[in-house]
């Protein structure tokens, strides 16, 4: 693994370094994961790449990925760490796309695979139950046949942004009766617009929108939208869940970070001094500094891998655990540096036509709702206890 960058490397960054500078919406840099983020706002990125070919660098070319060299992703997603772009959503490019390309039938991918490029289709995902989390496999939702439809029945929960979902991949039981609850799951993917998909705000700590359950009664799905073979939908499910966990290390929005939380601790002061010359501070925000160089190179490490072509397997666990304990971590220390300026819970300040006025600088306004929203990445993607689970099995071979 050669980590200096050679002259077409450096020309790369060049031009999507002036990509971005000339097509990324100003209004939209730095925006994260604000409550103001319309759904346009959040697909707008997503719809340039899509034009540009360039919304899915980690897809087969021959899907529409860009071909591009693991260095050169890893470019990438430090040029768009740069400015703060939002980057397209990983329901659709992340994970039911690969399913898709890799399990899905022609006729599928002809259906499916350029709306995801594209950004026109939303997708959210549909594992969860009120009873099904971390024991995925123990889900009940059912997928009843009956003649070419399937009949579904059941609960999902934690829905991500599905009030805004055009369509939905789904974990199903299909056969209650296998030997083991695994055996009998299958992936089946549905339009939300259906009759009997009901979905549900669930409100958060922070104030947001963004998770939902979604209730599916008699819902009727054609059996062209299973993905691959019923019943095996539980090969699929772990495939798309290796993809989904890599993909949240979010490794070049940290260091990123890192470089805002010592802006901010340069103008907060202790004792009349700067907060970064604080010996404790800064002794924290350098050892978050470490531990994000050693992650880095486990992702260089993990692409070098695909790009060789292998999967992402276990170690993904590794980037999921490590990469957010760091994103934690830099929420928490924001919030310690802002310091009483971060009480203030500003459900509403982002709110379109707000009348709230700020307390503190602009930099503190949103560190308490950040900091409460942030908890949930120890959680989602299967929480980092399960992940620990992994690896003692799978890498540590225990
Ligand atoms: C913000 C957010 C967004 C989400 N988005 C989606 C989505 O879009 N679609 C979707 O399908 N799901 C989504 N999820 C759900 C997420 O995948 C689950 O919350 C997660 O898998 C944990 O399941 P659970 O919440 O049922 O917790 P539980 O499984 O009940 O676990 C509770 C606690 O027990 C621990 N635990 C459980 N079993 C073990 C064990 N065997 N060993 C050690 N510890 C254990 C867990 O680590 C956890 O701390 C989202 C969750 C959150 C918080």
Redesign the pocket.
Known sequence: MNLEFTQEEIAFREEVRAFIEENHPKHLEGMGNREDMTPEDMTAWHKILGRKGWSAPAWPVEYGGTGWTPTQRYIWSEENARVGTFMPLP?GISMVGPVIYTFGNDAQKQQHLPGILSGDVWW?????E???????ASLKTTAVRDGDHYIINGQ???????QHADWGFFLCRTDPDAAKPQEGISFILIDMKTPGVEVKPIK?IDGGH??NETWLTDVRVPVENLVGVENQGWTYAKFLLAHERSGIAGVARSKRGVEKLREIAAQETIDGKPLISDFDFARKVSQLEIDLAALEYTELRTLAGEQAGKGPGPESSILKIKGTEIQQRLTELTLEAVGSYGTPMYGSIADVGSNQYPIGPDYAQLSAATYFNMR?TS????????Q??IITKMILGL
Request: aromatic residues 12%; charged residues 20%; neutral net charge.
């Open positions: 329901f959210c995902q549909g594992y969860s009120p009873g099904a989390g971390s024991d995925l999902k929960t934690w829905t991500t942004l599905a958060l963004e998770v949930k959680i989602y993607g299967g929480s980092n206890e399960i620990r689970n």
